[in-house]
């Protein structure tokens, strides 16, 4: 058979000439806008994007798409520009717009599934930079199983002094104290977010950037890239070339989203000192492959590999400078001995294959040069695996008589005098009423803030983050006092944050009926979460559980009701530590 009849029966193979014989609509509408005839018969493909005015993550990514629409047309395909923006986790901060977070992550997901089915399309390129977009790109990437490249979004520019906008939450309350001019907080404010991308320090847009690559869904060296540099243009254009070539080869995302890639990943945020939102997210995604993976099978892995990575908010440096250490190739260098070397990736190649270009490149050398305009190397970074920075991963999942089913904290950012710690529970049902306290000077050292009725279920999940910034900013209670939640928490969390609970307070865990002066005891060594105490004194197990009994007996759950999509998503959701997605997921295929 020659070759233009091979080409011909490849183009009729595919979805979107399938769909042409049957739909002749679709061929007249798609001619009033940028369309050719020869267009009609190209490989169809979808490059969407999460572009938009919504905040600083998202609003570069039309020219990233402009890239990889060059890179598609350059293969001789046809590409079609679509949007779906997210929203801004740092602006929904601190007031009801919180709840939408992460029911947006379920919602960018579905949106990518409507419009790549309802056209439909051969294959498609996802990018995104923000903690709510990249999850839900990988998600629909997963769920659809066309052929697919993620495209990271970036890094934002370090603000003055290497330093980064989350500390302007402490900073607005050294104002209100008179330790800081109104002045001085405005320059910070003016300058600290000064380019585009992901911010600064290894939060979860940060963090999920890195996990798209360590999964084998975006090209090698991509993530986190200065979002300034040209060089993430050339990844983009790059992204929609080789898209062309999966589609030659039919690979597809379940041939490279495996149980082991999954493995990769979960190294390599514990390497990374990850955001604790990777774990509902990672678990969303494989449920999304149909791969079961649970929150203890993270922790396992977690305590294998130890903290490599310096960056901010536990560590020093902002993102950007562990693009320049080399990015998710050096910790992949870093941590070869233990990886699943074997595994595809959207490169058409092995890891294995993967890691031996990026060693005879040049370009990671070149890019470490930046780092000595910080007087810095690789390794004040990257550390070694042989000279790690902290000797086990970032998180741990704790069990007991207050979470049954597991919660999170990330014990890389807990110092170590409040990995075990015990205190009188102080309880609140908002974060707003926690704040509203901590301010009023009602939170003592030692005591253990309760949050209850923030899960999936009950208000969307928001997070924690001004009550838990406001502690880990108090150079007393940050080493004092700690905070549990059914909530959760952004990546840039610090100090000793309990979160992801399960059950959540609304479905009736044990948090519902946790009351004032309740003994906790949080030990992040042996990964237990227990009520120890009732109004101050100590208890055995039998005599808390009895008195849970009775307390249980007189409680009803509270009514939250939700319009709209919030309604929704609550009715729908699953635990955060089952991935918190109100999607049905695929049927288990390992």
């Known amino acids: 058979m020659d070759s233009s009849n091979s080409n011909s029966s490849k183009l009729s193979a595919l979805e979107s000439q399938k769909v042409r014989k049957i739909s002749f609509?679709?061929?007249?509408?798609?001619?009033?806008?940028?369309?050719?005839?020869?267009?009609?018969?190209?490989?169809?493909?979808?490059?969407?994007?999460?572009?938009?005015?919504?905040?600083?993550?998202?609003?570069?990514?039309?020219?990233?798409?402009?890239?990889?629409?060059?890179?598609?047309?350059?293969?001789?395909?046809?590409?079609?520009?679509?949007?779906?923006?997210?929203?801004?986790?740092?602006?929904?901060?601190?007031?009801?717009?919180?709840?939408?977070?992460?029911?947006?992550?379920?919602?960018?997901?579905?949106?990518?599934?409507i419009h790549a089915l309802a056209t439909p399309f051969d294959a498609?390129?996802?990018?995104?930079?923000?903690?709510?977009?990249?999850?839900?790109?990988?998600?629909?990437?997963?769920?659809?199983d066309i052929p697919a490249i993620h495209v990271p979004g970036g890094a934002m520019g370090a603000g003055p002094c290497l330093r980064s906008n989350e500390e302007l939450w402490h900073m607005s309350v050294e104002v209100d104290e008179g330790k800081m001019t109104k002045e001085e907080f405005l320059a910070f404010q003016r300058a600290c977010c000064p380019t585009c991308g992901a911010c600064q320090y290894m939060g979860t847009a940060a963090t999920m950037q890195v996990m798209a690559e360590a999964l084998g869904l975006a090209l090698p060296w991509s993530a986190l890239i200065p979002a300034t540099n040209a060089e993430i243009k050339r990844a983009a254009r790059a992204a929609g070339k080789q898209v062309m070539h999966l589609v030659e080869a039919d690979i597809r995302p379940s041939r490279i989203l495996t149980r082991e890639a999954f493995e990769n990943a979960i190294m390599v945020h514990s390497a990374?000192?990850?955001?604790?939102?990777?774990?509902?997210?990672?678990?969303?995604?494989?449920?999304?492959?149909?791969?079961?993976?649970?929150?203890?099978?993270?922790?396992?892995?977690?305590?294998?590999?130890?903290?490599?990575?310096?960056?901010?908010?536990?560590?020093?440096?902002?993102?950007e400078l562990f693009w320049y250490a080399g990015g998710v190739p050096e910790v992949m260098l870093q941590l070869e001995e233990h990886l699943h070397l074997d595994v595809l990736t959207v490169t058409g190649r092995t890891l294995r294959e993967n890691l031996e270009d990026y060693r005879r490149n040049e370009m990671p050398r070149m890019a470490e040069m930046f780092l000595a305009n910080y007087k810095l190397n690789r390794r004040n970074v990257i550390y070694k695996l042989s000279k790690p920075l902290k000797p086990e991963g970032s998180l741990a999942v704790l069990t007991g008589n207050?979470?049954?089913?597991?919660?999170?904290i990330k014990k890389s950012a807990v110092v170590a005098d409040m990995q075990v710690h015990q205190g009188p529970a102080k309880v609140f049902d908002t974060e707003r009423d926690a704040v509203d306290a901590l301010r009023g000077k009602r939170i003592v050292p030692g005591?253990?803030?309760?949050?209850?009725?923030?899960?999936?279920?009950?208000?969307?999940?928001?997070?924690?983050?001004?009550?838990?910034?406001?502690?880990?900013?108090?150079?007393?209670?940050?080493?004092?006092?700690?905070?549990?939640?059914?909530?959760?928490?952004?990546?840039?969390?610090?100090?000793?944050?309990?979160?992801?609970?399960?059950?959540?307070?609304?479905?009736?865990?044990?948090?519902?009926?946790?009351?004032d002066n309740d003994l906790v005891l949080i030990d992040i060594p042996n990964r237990t979460l227990n009520i120890v105490g009732i109004d101050?004194?100590?208890?055995?197990?039998?005599?808390?559980?009895?008195?849970?009994?009775?307390?249980?007996?007189?409680?009803?759950?509270?009514?939250?009701?939700?319009?709209?999509?919030?309604?929704?998503?609550?009715?729908?959701?699953?635990?955060?530590?089952?991935?918190?997605?109100?999607?049905?997921?695929?049927?288990?295929?390992?």
């Open 25 to 113: 609509e679709g061929d007249a509408l798609r001619m009033s806008m940028d369309w050719t005839v020869e267009d009609l018969n190209r490989v169809q493909v979808l490059v969407e994007t999460t572009h938009g005015a919504s905040h600083p993550s998202s609003y570069h990514l039309g020219e990233l798409a402009g890239e990889i629409e060059k890179g598609v047309f350059q293969q001789g395909g046809k590409p079609a520009l679509y949007t779906t923006t997210d929203i801004c986790d740092g602006i929904a901060q601190a007031h009801n717009g919180m709840n939408y977070s992460l029911p947006s992550r379920d919602m960018i997901a579905s949106m990518v599934e």
């Open 124 to 144: 498609m390129v996802l990018s995104s930079a923000g903690d709510k977009a990249v999850p839900a790109h990988l998600m629909a990437i997963a769920r659809l």
């Open 272 to 319: 990374i000192g990850g955001s604790l939102n990777a774990v509902m997210h990672l678990i969303a995604i494989a449920a999304e492959a149909g791969i079961r993976l649970d929150a203890q099978e993270i922790d396992r892995i977690h305590r294998g590999i130890p903290v490599l990575v310096d960056t901010k908010t536990a560590g020093q440096y902002p993102t």
């Open 402 to 408: 207050l979470a049954p089913q597991g919660a999170t």
């Open 447 to 515: 005591d253990v803030v309760i949050i209850r009725y923030q899960g999936p279920r009950a208000t969307g999940m928001p997070e924690m983050f001004f009550m838990s910034e406001l502690i880990a900013s108090d150079p007393v209670l940050s080493h004092s006092t700690a905070l549990v939640t059914d909530g959760r928490f952004s990546g840039a969390t610090r100090g000793p944050c309990v979160g992801y609970m399960g059950p959540e307070a609304i479905d009736g865990g044990p948090i519902a009926v946790v009351a």
């Open 536 to 590: 101050g004194t100590p208890q055995s197990a039998e005599q808390v559980a009895e008195t849970f009994r009775q307390r249980f007996e007189r409680w009803s759950p509270p009514t939250i009701q939700h319009k709209g999509v919030l309604g929704q998503y609550a009715k729908l959701a699953r635990p955060a530590l089952e991935g918190g997605s109100c999607s049905i997921p695929r049927a288990p295929r390992d």
